[in-house]
């Protein structure tokens, strides 16, 4: 069962994209996080935080700068970000489960 103290609340004013990111860190959280993301550009751009998910809680959180197409060939019509960490944010530690509940999708969009 959760802890009914630990789940995220957010603020009506924030607009907040979660994206889960794997458990093996393949390079820094804040590149897992940014990059190669199946978004809609014009979406995604509204977001005032990004946050990284790693078994149902908010590992970290971004403000975003910039939001682009990737130039990576590879991952053609996926969306990245430029920004900074905030390592100060409410949101740290935060479970996010019950948001996610059982789906599969990597993204989800809170106030957008």
């Not at 979660?18 to 977001?47: F, I």
């Not at 990284?52 to 990245?80: F, M, N, Q, S």
Request: charged share 30%; with cysteine.
């Amino acid at each position: 069962m959760t802890d009914k103290t630990n789940i995220l609340i957010p603020r009506a004013s924030d607009c907040i994209l979660c994206v889960k990111v794997g458990k093996v860190r393949r390079e820094s959280l804040y590149e897992m996080t940014r990059k190669y993301w199946k978004v809609s550009l014009d979406r995604a751009s509204r977001a005032t935080h990004v946050l990284a998910v790693v078994d149902g809680i908010v590992k970290a959180v971004y403000v975003p700068k910039e939001w682009k197409l990737t130039d990576d060939a590879a991952h053609e019509g996926r969306c990245e970000f430029v920004g900074k960490e905030d390592v100060q944010s409410e949101y740290l530690g935060k479970s996010v489960a019950e948001i996610y509940g059982r789906s599969q999708n990597p993204v989800k969009y809170i106030n957008m």
